[in-house]
């Protein structure tokens, strides 16, 4: 059985005012020891008991380290990096997360030592305002040198910028590509700043204290980031990720394409196969699989991970670990998530597989007939796929591909 493997560390030095991941800057030592210790317990139990329940091996085909801060941690990662390779396929890609702040060269040498061949790290942007409003705790020199430190020890880096902050002019943002074009990263994820309920950010937004970017100007810097990454020679993967050739994130790939992950730690979601459960399969016999999440406040995940599980099916084991399972999720709902990410990838969406999810033909809306004749949308075997100009409009398109089925 071949998966991807999510682990969320979170543990921050500092926290970010727009953020809304599973993070604590309250921590010591103990508590990084427990919590790794969860971690190794979970891999166990969970990958034994895929096995059991397949009969096959389980295998990974990627490692992502997300937080958090993975990057604060170095020999924290042996035992569990040890029991992970008893598992990984052979050039398997693994993913490091860090903050220009943490990258040091000893850093670099411990990660790569312990096999981490991709980088992903957080600048966000390269301008001072910037880094002050989105409360970063690093300067625009200190993220340059600590990505032209990373490309040297590990060359597959990702840069993450945000768009759309407050202050932000179409300049700013065109600098910020152009740099990024500059330092020679050959991966690119960019996001729009959101205002989530229980962040500060989102507070402020609430009381009227800060005004969120107009849609109008979130697509001007879409716009602005396909010109410059398109003419830099990047390949629009997906709405927020840009890769040159041979760089694309094979784990990225995993999430769009509707594959299965293993998802470990606190705040993490994993999305594994349900087996033979009757209300997990499709009409002819499609896995949609079974989502959870394991709690987001690390001393709640920690009091409810116990050292060993007595049950036997998967849904059981994941609830025993103290995750909770996403029971409202049936044929009408895993068609939507599937086809709202798939939209917004190059490798569009793959109809055999909605039509075995749904038992229907697609049929095409007549918008979706007009998108295919003005060329902004076409057939490409069992596959619809949209222009890059229409991922960002994903929402309206989703529900036009949905009901043509
Ligand atoms: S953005 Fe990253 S560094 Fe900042 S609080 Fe969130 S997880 Fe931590």
Redesign the pocket.
């Known amino acids: 059985m071949r998966l991807g493997l999510y682990i969320h560390i979170?543990?921050?030095?500092?926290?970010?005012h727009?953020?809304?991941?599973a993070?604590t800057?309250n921590y010591d030592s103990i508590l990084v020891q427990d919590y790794f210790s969860a971690l190794l317990n979970q891999f166990r139990v969970l990958t034994r008991h895929l096995e059991q329940m397949s009969g096959r091996p389980v295998s990974f085909s990627s490692v992502y380290f997300g937080?958090?801060?993975p990057g604060l941690f170095t020999t924290e990662y042996t035992s569990l990096l040890n029991a992970v390779y008893e598992h990984l396929d052979p050039g398997a890609e693994i993913t490091m997360?860090c903050?220009p702040k943490n990258l040091n060269q000893n850093a670099l040498d411990a990660w790569k030592g312990m096999g981490v061949n991709r980088l992903s790290i957080?600048v966000?942007t390269l301008h001072k305002k910037g880094l002050e409003i989105l409360?970063?705790?690093h300067d625009a020199s200190t993220a340059l040198r600590a990505l032209e430190l990373a490309m040297h020890a590990i060359p597959s880096v990702n840069m993450d910028l945000i768009y759309g902050w407050p202050g932000q002019d179409a300049d700013d943002w065109v600098s910020d590509l152009h740099q990024l074009v500059n330092s020679g990263v050959p991966h690119a994820s960019l996001y729009s700043l959101t205002y989530e309920d229980r962040t500060p950010f989102g507070r402020m937004a609430r009381r009227g204290k800060v005004r969120p970017a107009a849609d109008e100007a979130l697509v001007d810097r879409y716009v602005a980031a396909r010109e410059i990454l398109g003419a830099a020679g990047f390949e629009h993967d997906e709405v927020s990720n840009w890769a040159r050739s041979k760089f694309t994130c094979r784990h990225n790939w995993l999430y769009w394409d509707f594959k299965h992950f293993l998802g470990i730690g606190a705040g993490a979601h994993g999305f594994l196969p349900a087996g033979t459960s009757a209300e997990a399969m499709a009409p002819d016999g499609v896995d949609i699989g079974m989502r959870y999440s394991f709690p987001r406040d690390v001393r709640t995940f920690l009091r409810r991970a116990p050292d060993s599980v007595i049950s036997e099916s998967l849904t059981s084991v994941v609830r025993e670990l103290g995750g909770e399972i996403d029971e409202g999720r049936d044929l009408d709902s895993a068609l939507i998530e599937y086809v709202g990410g798939a939209l917004r990838t190059r490798h569009g969406i793959d109809l055999s597989l909605c039509e075995k999810i749904t038992g229907q033909v697609f049929s095409p809306r007549p918008v979706v007939v007009e998108a295919l004749k003005r060329g902004i949308a076409w057939r490409d075997g069992p596959r619809l796929r949209f222009d890059p100009a229409e991922w960002f409009r994903e929402n309206s398109w989703a529900s036009e591909v949905l009901l043509s089925f």
Do not use: H, I
């Not at 979170?10 to 926290?15: D, K």
């Not at 727009?18 to 991941?21: E, V």
């Open positions: 979170p543990f921050c030095s500092f926290l970010c727009y953020c809304d991941f993070k800057a937080g958090g801060t997360e903050n957080g966000q409360t970063r705790d």
